[in-house]
């Protein structure tokens, strides 16, 4: 499996969900730039780009995983169904910053109200997609053209983006309960960021499937391996964020334990960099002509 190939077997109206939710996310740079509102206030136009552009990836890569499975007759609906469901969220989400208004924890009034129902509405559907198809992920023979490494990359990819889902309920769910006592809604007392560990692993699946890819363009001896290692990484920077966040501590309020998972992330790391770098040279050493 090739991933630029893997555009052309998308139907229309998924390349249509990716192109709009990638240009509303791009659009919304400039009108940013000349706000006034600064990139943390919860009304201004960071979460429009964010959501655009971090959604486009998100739903290009589940569409490539669901055209990787082996074929069934309920594919493409569930891949539309996706589609709409993702560019709908994404959409209120961008509406609320025009509107001047919090895009998430608003329930002041009855629009407000709605439109925060209509994005968990939207936002359950994806997920329960998201979880059937990782379970389908788990399946010895739904992969039936990827390599080893594609396939373990695939999984662990759709393991993570499920793990990301969960935890973004969790922290709704907290950020509610700390709205109605009168809390910030995004800080798990006393600076524990609540959206780090949602957004830690999140984009997992397409590191993990660029990686298997250039594994393959590269014919590195071992990628089964090296996928492995880049999976240790990705769970190991998922523990800390977990950590940091529920004890209460900042991003970069370090301690021994946080520095020490945060060296197993590295080391894990430099496992995955050293044969890449081998791949490399290798690649430029028979390209380069003969004496």
Same mark, same amino acid.
């Given at each position: 499996m090739h991933l630029p190939k893997?555009?052309?077997?998308?139907? *229309? +109206? *998924?390349? &249509?969900?990716i192109a709009v939710l990638f240009l509303s996310g791009l659009i919304h740079v400039p009108i940013f730039a000349f706000s006034e509102l600064p990139w943390d206030d919860p009304?201004?136009?960071?979460?429009?780009?964010?959501?655009?552009?971090?959604?486009?990836?998100? +739903?290009?890569?589940l569409l490539i995983v669901l055209h990787a499975f082996k074929p069934h007759r309920t594919d493409i609906g /569930?891949?539309?169904?996706l589609s709409i469901s993702l560019v709908i969220e994404v959409a209120l989400i961008s509406l609320q910053p025009w509107r001047g208004q919090a895009s998430h924890f608003n329930q002041t009034g009855i629009l407000n109200q709605t439109i925060e129902t209509g994005m968990l509405f939207c936002i359950v559907i994806a997920s329960t997609l998201i979880f059937i198809w990782t379970a389908r992920c788990m399946r010895r023979d739904e992969f039936p053209v990827l390599s080893?490494?594609? !396939? &373990?990359? &695939?999984?662990?990819?759709?393991?993570?983006?499920?793990?990301?889902?969960?935890? $973004?309920?969790?922290?709704? *769910?907290?950020?509610?309960?700390?709205?109605?006592? $009168?809390?910030?809604?995004?800080?798990?007392?006393?600076r524990g960021?609540?959206?780090?560990? =949602?957004?830690?692993? /999140? =984009?997992a699946i397409q590191t993990l499937a660029l990686l298997a890819w250039v594994c393959q363009i590269l014919k590195i001896p071992g990628s089964v391996r090296v996928i492995w290692f880049a999976i240790l990484a990705h769970?190991?920077?998922?523990?800390?964020? /977990?950590? !940091?966040?529920?004890?209460?501590?900042d991003r970069a309020e370090l301690d021994a334990f946080g520095i020490a998972l945060i060296g197993l992330t590295i080391v894990a790391s430099v496992f995955v960099a050293i044969p890449l770098a081998q791949g490399i040279r290798f690649a430029l050493l028979q390209r380069s002509p003969r004496a």
């Open positions: 893997s555009w052309s077997d998308i139907d *229309g +109206l *998924g390349k &249509l969900s009304r201004s136009f960071r979460k429009p780009i964010l959501f655009g552009l971090s959604t486009s990836v998100t +739903l290009w890569s /569930l891949g539309q169904i080893p490494e594609m !396939q &373990l990359a &695939l999984r662990a990819g759709m393991v993570f983006l499920s793990i990301s889902c969960v935890l $973004g309920f969790a922290i709704s *769910g907290i950020g509610q309960w700390l709205a109605a006592n $009168g809390n910030p809604p995004g800080l798990f007392a006393p960021v609540l959206k780090f560990p =949602h957004g830690s692993t /999140l =984009h769970a190991f920077w998922l523990a800390y964020s /977990l950590i !940091q966040t529920f004890r209460g501590r």
